[in-house]
């Protein structure tokens, strides 16, 4: 059976009580689905609460960033070492931290291989700008993140992380990736991962995609081959939204007799 994954990547909002009224919200309206898999990623200050506050059977937590050493002299940072009895993942490389705080491809790299270290499923965001697809230069903008991001992890670990491409140039935007745009991207992640760490691991990992998802695209992506989920940013912080998101995937896989 093919498990689904959707991530609500919260980002920088909501305050502790309103991330606790939000997930007091989803608990109403999500039921616990064997095979989807619900993860909240909010921000930092609320992940303890947070932790002691969720449904466990209905949802799992991620942090939204995390720093790559474990302990020592880093003033207001907070490792994945200190995170690995809160969450079962961890988001990595999203394309805001690349571009907006200019984390480069060997902080990504040393963030993917802590959080595995730390027991920790990274989530690793992978993706291309406007300017680099116009240009012919998609695949091999995914090639340096994946080849940089996954290269101290052994096929085993790759085997169990997940992958996300998130276009940024689809992020909070009017411009909707189509399904043949998705196909061809996920086609090269796992082709890619086949080639340097064999079949195994190619099948094994699971992709998800990002990029102005909503309820009304679930279906279509799903149908999209390799495709095992979403991250989900701005519908995420509706609550009726991010339900129709998780009904609908449910929906598809009713449709496709995937359901439990």
């Not at 993942?89 to 959080?115: N, P, Q, T």
């Not at 989530?123 to 101290?152: A, F, P, W």
């Not at 995420?236 to 496709?256: C, M």
Request: charged residues 25%.
């Amino acid at each position: 059976m093919r498990k689904i994954l959707i991530v609500a990547n919260w980002k920088m909002n909501l305050n502790a009580s309103q991330a606790s009224l939000l997930v007091h919200r989803l608990h109403e309206r999500i039921p616990a689905r064997r095979n989807i898999e619900v993860v909240l990623a909010p921000s930092m200050l609320v992940l303890q609460p947070m932790s002691m506050q969720i449904d466990r059977r209905k949802f799992r937590l991620a942090s939204q960033n995390a720093y790559f050493v474990d302990q020592g002299a880093f003033t207001g940072e907070v490792s994945f070492t200190m995170l690995r009895d809160l969450v079962h993942y961890g988001i990595v490389g999203h394309s805001e931290r690349r571009h907006i705080f200019d984390e480069d491809l060997d902080m990504i790299r040393d963030k993917v291989a802590a959080a595995v270290r730390n027991e920790i499923t990274p989530i690793l965001c992978v993706g291309e700008t406007k300017h680099e697809r116009g240009e012919g230069e998609t695949k091999q903008v995914l090639h340096d993140q994946l080849m940089s991001g996954l290269s101290n992890l052994t096929a085993n670990e790759v085997r169990d992380i997940v992958i996300a491409y998130e276009p940024v140039w689809a992020i909070g935007s009017d411009h909707i990736a189509k399904p043949a745009q998705i196909e061809d991207v996920v086609s090269y992640i796992r082709n890619y991962v086949n080639d340097v760490y064999g079949p195994k691991a190619a099948k094994g990992l699971r992709v998800l995609y990002g990029g102005s998802v909503m309820p009304e695209v679930i279906h279509g992506y799903l149908s999209i081959p390799g495709i095992d989920g979403f991250l989900v940013g701005h519908d995420s912080l509706n609550y009726h939204d991010f339900a129709s998101i998780v009904a609908s995937a449910h929906s598809w896989q009713r449709e496709k007799g995937e359901e439990e």
